[in-house]
């Protein structure tokens, strides 16, 4: 018997590659879901993003098929169902009041059928910790400012520089965190009132289960703005983003450069293939000797 998880956005066809996989190793194969109300799995997902490069402001997702194929959680668990069997899959909800003894690894292994390993095993360190307001502001400032200057790339080498720094400012400015006003998260919800009532009603008995409560939002939401130090830390950051980022690509054109100046080539040979290895750093300068190899090839006295 094996017990399974993965990504709520999991095609059928992927799940049914997972099915595969596990054809003929295992006797049962179950699935365990969990499920966070549509609105606060969103506002968690907003700092997730932002962690890794998001550079926009709003926290939730517009309308379209794509948020309905990750929120829609009826889907969800019919895809899941249509492949491992709806009496393979246990649904639980991603609530830390109801989690057992009120931890989510606990929880996950009584809904395994494995209580006797609760406390047995090590449990892994918290990751991705919910950003404070200050925090996500600082991360959206960074990820904008990089945005208009690196590509995709550059932004996963500097990754590091704004991870710690979201880090120490959560530590700093604890409090709030990204949020959306009561009307916003109650209407992002509505969207969903028939696939949760459907979700209800298959898995859990016809009980309500994600309730109403929308009492940690706020009626308006208020202006935040940035202290003096986090200003001064954001700026320090992006110096150390440039210096990070350029630092990586020295270790990539460095050597390119060396095998260059090794070669036996033509003057205006040599100055194609440095401007080649020049463009992804210094495009200007890589464009200026791309023509002056062109001007140089031919002419006399010049080593062709």
């Not at 993965?6 to 996989?21: A, Y």
């Not at 019919?78 to 690894?105: I, M, N, P």
């Not at 209407?187 to 859990?204: K, M, Y």
């Not at 300068?285 to 062109?294: G, Q, Y």
Request: aromatic share 8%.
């Amino acid at each position: 018997m094996v017990r399974s998880s993965s990504e709520n956005d999991s095609s059928v066809e992927e799940i049914q590659s997972l099915s595969d996989l596990f054809d003929g190793l295992f006797k049962t194969v179950n699935i365990v879901v969990y499920l966070r109300r549509q609105d606060r799995l969103a506002v968690s997902l907003y700092s997730t993003a932002l962690r890794v490069g998001w550079t926009h402001s709003n926290v939730l997702p517009k309308a379209g098929a794509a948020r309905s194929h990750y929120y829609n959680f009826q889907q969800l668990l019919e895809r899941w169902s249509s492949v491992f069997g709806e009496d393979h899959v246990t649904v639980r909800l991603f609530e830390r009041a109801q989690f057992a003894s009120g931890s989510l690894y606990a929880d996950f292994l009584q809904a395994c059928g494995w209580p006797e390993l609760v406390g047995q095993l090590e449990e892994s360190p918290a990751h991705n910790e919910a950003l404070s307001t200050v925090g996500a502001l600082a991360l959206l400032a960074i990820n904008q400012a990089v945005a208009r200057f690196v590509g995709e790339e550059e932004r996963v080498v500097g990754r590091r520089v704004r991870l710690e720094m979201a880090d120490r400012l959560t530590q700093r400015y604890p409090s709030g965190k990204p949020t959306i006003t009561k009307a916003q998260a109650q209407s992002f919800l509505a969207a969903f009132t028939a696939s949760n009532a459907e979700v209800e009603r298959r898995w859990f008995g016809g009980q309500p289960v994600f309730g109403t409560d929308f009492s940690d939002y706020p009626d308006e939401l208020e202006t935040v703005s940035l202290p003096w130090d986090v200003l001064t830390t954001v700026s320090e950051t992006v110096v150390r983003y440039i210096l990070e980022v350029q630092a990586k690509k020295q270790e990539t054109i460095q050597p390119a450069l060396l095998r260059i100046a090794q070669q036996q080539a033509s003057a205006d040979s040599t100055l194609r293939q440095v401007a080649r290895v020049l463009d992804t750093v210094e495009p200007r300068l890589a464009t200026r000797l791309s023509r002056i190899a062109v001007q140089i090839k031919g002419r006399p006295g010049i080593d062709n």
